[in-house]
């Protein structure tokens, strides 16, 4: 479909646009349908057999042991609910190491030998599943012919139903190891990362006298940020459908520069499109909160409360699938790409967390006068120290092809890892370092001057959008996590190197109050000596600011620009033994991941170089050489009826063809050229090679989309993508 056809397409769309059913009943409310396809509490309450119920809470609540003989009587109600609620088959859900979920569905009937068939599921089948491993990427864990892998049920994580018209699945969230044990997935090094990141922080708890803390958590709430188009526009453009983002386009008159767009009023079928999204989500037990407009036209913003880091990772792949069935279903698509549009604001994954747990509450809640409150100031002290440390990591986690047009771009942080504390705990953190803090910035009053309105509290210190990770009230906000990844891999870095900074503060006051301290003077030291050791990761200044980057090199801070700079810090001698002693990663585990976010690169990149080779010259060119034909003809048959003839628009197509020309070629035979130096040598190739070569048959592309005649132009435009909803 050409361009313009599928621009009338999406005009008659939107004229025409009728939502596909109401969000809810007449009779329905929000609150009655919240997690109605989730084998929850209640659910088990219901179900189980009191003991049973019992010690499944254990294990869920407070980290207890997982009972193997109560699987037979968790998989059988499991079964029976499944089937109440129309569930014909049941799926053990896993995530491999492609950001994305994957499933083997199987179904609840068996035949019975006698030309019938029963509902079967035990608890071996509840408890362990059996994929091929081969056919996920491992990183050199295993030779491809050895393609044994389990699925392990994961309880803390609830079961729940997945609907088609033609069916239900009941879904069960899993991990995924090798035959030999290793971790093919996100899932079991993130609850490995919890379980050493709660056993660190038990130990300082019992210093300030928390002698039964409880179970302790790491908590998420993802901001998901994404783009809606006409799903007709979809359709038509190759690039979106192969790689979900345009390898070619010309800005639009006119973009976001208006500030027109952010928390503006949602366009009516965006809105119906939200409303039907949410109630899939709440059925899901996924607590979607806020939605909002975002920065670039056609941008938008869903974020859903906090839950417990392992719950939240699930949460964000679902909710991922669920937009994009419900956007389809509203005749758009959802563009989950960190960059799908050039020169406009992309896209990103907010990961705010916290720690806690439910008889010690958040710790990193500073309360009113956070210099009196000696247990924030360690565990918020604890962070700094992970941070500085282990920047390099935490760069890394967000590390892909795709996030790489994003960060530093002046819509994101920059690649440089800082802590932004505001002006209260700055304060406080100073006064730290110069002997004791004696007092906190208190809240102000904002007077509007107008009677009618009320006074408004203020918040002692500002908040910093250009801050990759920045304390934001009762919680640090990881803003550099791309909206296309999973929000396992910064759980995972951030909770590891939390337990390690958490293992040191607890070492140091340990030995301090065995050699005789004072417990205050004791906190007081350990605090003193981490900001002066660690201070310089915190700048509460512009992050976009050219200075920063300076500044920032003198600190000693690292400046990790692109992800195959950032990769290699997966594999450093410090990060295997990181990983390696809080059973986080083995060392081939580790090594793994360093080898499959290579292969990951250079496969997004090669099939981008692939994918501007076909369209640059079976689309674009095929059109520009039309349209210089007719400007030629124009001008031939003027000079020959003796009329003079302007020459000038011929021209403006035909030096950029030239270059087109020029560019495909070059691009051909980069894309035909294969590289030595196995995955490290196609990833560099694909970063210094490719992706200039790319970028040559773009320019030349964009500049003929500015002259070509709009009826001979094969691909919708950013204008009608961005505007068209």
């Known amino acids: 479909m050409s361009g313009s056809a599928a621009r009338l397409d999406a005009i008659n769309a939107v004229k025409s646009y009728v939502p596909p059913a109401p969000s809810f009943a007449a009779h329905e409310a929000p609150g009655e349908i919240f997690g109605q396809n989730v084998f929850s509490r209640d659910v088990m309450q219901a179900r189980l057999p009191k003991a049973v119920f019992r010690s499944v809470m254990a294990t869920i609540e407070s980290g207890a042991k997982l009972d193997p003989s109560v ?19 049941y799926a053990h859900v896993f995530y491999p190491l492609t950001n994305r979920s994957a499933e083997k569905h199987d179904s609840f009937l068996e035949p019975d ?40 049920w994961d309880i803390t994580s609830p079961a729940y139903i997945l609907e088609n018209a033609n069916g239900n699945t009941l879904c069960i969230p899993t991990v995924f190891v ?100 949410e109630r899939e989500l709440f059925k899901l037990g996924i607590p979607a909160k806020t939605r909002h407009n975002e920065v670039a036209p056609g941008q938008f913003e869903i974020a859903p409360m906090f839950e417990q880091a392992n719950l939240a990772a699930d949460h964000q792949q679902l909710l991922m699938v669920t937009m994009r069935k419900v956007a389809q279903r509203h005749g758009m698509e959802v563009l989950f790409h960190e960059k799908p549009f050039a020169g406009v604001n992309g896209s990103g994954k907010h990961v705010n967390f916290s720690f806690g ?127 296309l990844q999973s929000i396992a891999p910064p759980m995972i870095t951030i909770n590891t190197i939390v337990a390690e900074s958490l293992d040191h503060v607890a070492t140091e006051l340990e030995a301090k109050l065995a050699g005789g301290e004072d417990f205050n003077t004791a906190v007081q030291k350990v605090l003193e000596q981490i900001v002066s050791d660690h201070g310089a990761v915190i700048f509460n200044g512009d992050g976009y600011s050219d200075e920063w980057q300076v500044e920032a090199a003198a600190r000693g801070l690292k400046n990790l620009k692109t992800t195959l700079d950032a990769l290699p810090e997966l594999i450093t001698p410090e990060a295997l033994e990181l990983f390696s002693k809080y059973g986080v990663l083995s060392e081939q585990e580790s090594h793994s991941r360093f080898e499959v976010a290579l292969e990951q690169y250079a496969l997004s990149v090669g099939v981008e170089a692939k994918l501007s080779l076909e369209i640059g010259s079976t689309l674009v060119l095929p059109a520009a050489v039309r349209y210089q034909t007719e400007l030629a003809q124009n001008v031939a048959a003027l000079k020959a009826a003796g009329v003079e003839a302007d020459t000038s628009l011929l021209t403006a197509v035909s030096e950029p063809l030239a270059a087109l020309r020029s560019a495909v070629a070059e691009l051909r035979t980069a894309v035909a050229h294969h590289p030595d130096g196995g995955s490290a040598g196609h990833a560099l190739y694909s970063r210094d090679t490719l992706l200039p070569a790319m970028a040559a048959v773009r320019a030349a592309a964009d500049e003929l989309e500015t002259v070509v005649a709009d009826d001979l132009w094969p691909l919708p435009t950013y204008q009608e993508m961005l505007f068209i909803l």
């Open 71 to 89: 699987a037979d009587a968790v998989a059988s109600a499991m079964k029976d609910w499944a089937m109440d609620r129309g569930a014909t088959h």
């Open 113 to 152: 030998g006698v030309g019938s068939s029963i509902a079967e599921f035990a608890g071996k089948t509840l408890v362990q599943g059996e994929p091929d491993a081969s056919s996920f990427p491992n990183g050199g864990l295993r030779s491809t012919y050895e393609a044994r892998g389990y699925t392990a």
């Open 178 to 277: 090798s035959f030999t044990g290793e971790a093919l997935d996100l899932k079991a090094p993130l609850l490995r990362s919890q379980r050493a990141m709660a056993d660190q922080a038990k130990r300082v708890l019992a210093l300030f006298g928390h002698i039964e803390p409880g179970n302790i958590v790491s908590f998420a709430g993802p901001e998901q940020e994404y783009f809606l188009i006409d799903r007709s526009f979809s359709l038509s453009r190759p690039d979106l459908l192969n790689c979900g983002r345009t390898l070619f386009g010309a800005k639009p008159p006119k973009g976001q520069e208006f500030d027109d767009h952010y928390f503006g009023s949602i366009p009516d079928r965006v809105l119906a499109f939200m409303l039907d999204a």
């Open 357 to 483: 747990g439910g008889s010690v509450g958040n710790l990193l809640l500073p309360g009113d006068t956070p210099h009196d409150n000696a247990q924030f100031l360690v565990f918020c002290a604890a962070v700094i120290r992970a941070v500085h440390l282990h920047g390099g990591l935490l760069r890394a986690s967000v590390a892909s092809s795709t996030n790489d047009h994003r960060l530093g771009a002046n819509e994101a942080p920059p690649a440089i890892i800082s802590i932004f504390l505001g002006d209260q705990l700055a304060d406080v953190f100073d006064q730290v370092a110069k002997g004791g803090a004696t007092s906190s910035k208190e809240k102000g009053t904002l007077m509007i001057g107008v009677d009618t309105l009320p006074v408004l509290p203020t918040d002692p210190g500002d908040r910093n959008r250009t801050s990759p990770f920045a304390f934001t009230g009762n919680r640090f906000e990881f803003r550099a996590p791309g909206s």
